[in-house]
């Protein structure tokens, strides 16, 4: 399901209308989507694995949108299972590739793959920068939002946000339906209690020269971006809209 999102940035993220129930708890009438983006620049960075259910179409994806060519790293900005449990089959499939992520994933991917031999990894703070060539991928940590590894890339050169879990929604992306009513479901059900660090990440956003999110559920999101952002400022204030 490969598109292009900008001239550099190919989705290679997948569908998945054969899940019950997301997270074993939360019904997807229209399915859901795992997101997973590659830049592709001097240097090639994936942005996050998916759910393992779909790891066979997410590396042909790969391969698709790189053609030839090899990625340099692989970006991990959540630890939670659909978008994390990839990764072993990326690092027997790409090697040489560096795994980045910030000290908290690390110690999550020795837990969930304690056999896991990474080559190369690259452990980042919040604020560093990874230079691609054309695009600089600045790490801003959203701690809670919706685990503690959280981290999000902003990528000034195309103005876009990977927001991680936020600014997602339950609903593959095949599936037409308004973004509102399933982004606030998945809102409340998976990050609703983490009110005040959402907060803390929207100052730090507002910081930002944002012209599209790229979050790792749901569609991408450009125009009407201050619609979705006061929405995320209202339900993490627990104010009524
Ligand atoms: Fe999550
Ligand atoms: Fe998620």
Redesign the pocket.
């Known amino acids: 399901m490969n598109r292009n999102i900008t001239d550099s940035i190919i989705y290679i993220g997948a569908n998945d209308h054969d899940i019950d129930l997301f997270e074993g708890q939360y019904i997807v009438p229209n399915g859901m989507a795992?997101n997973s983006y590659a830049i592709i620049d001097e240097k090639i960075a994936i942005m996050d694995t998916i759910d393992k259910s779909k790891t066979d179409e997410w590396l042909q994806n790969i391969d698709a949108a790189l053609k030839c060519g090899m990625p340099d790293y692989l970006i991990v900005q959540?630890m939670?299972p659909?978008?994390s449990a990839s990764i072993q089959a990326f690092v027997e499939k790409f090697p040489q590739a560096t795994i980045v992520g910030n000290k908290k994933t690390f110690k999550m991917i020795g837990q969930f793959f304690p056999e896991l031999e990474m080559k190369n990894t690259l452990e980042v703070e919040n604020g560093d920068k990874l230079d691609l060539g054309g695009h600089e991928l600045n790490f801003v940590f959203a701690p809670m939002v919706?685990w503690p590894e959280v981290m999000m890339t902003y990528d000034p050169a195309e103005k876009i946000l990977f927001s991680?879990?936020g600014f997602?929604k339950f609903g593959a992306l095949d599936v037409d339906e308004d973004w509102a009513c399933e982004a606030r479901r998945y809102y409340f059900g998976?990050v609703g209690k983490y009110g005040p660090q959402v907060q803390t990440v929207l100052k730090k956003a507002a910081a930002l020269d944002i012209e599209k999110i790229l979050p790792?559920?749901g569609p991408m999101l450009e125009e009407k971006l201050g619609y979705y952002i006061g929405l995320y400022d209202t339900w993490s204030s627990y104010l009524a809209e």
């Open positions: 795992y959540h939670e659909d978008h919706h991680a879990d997602g998976i790792l559920h």
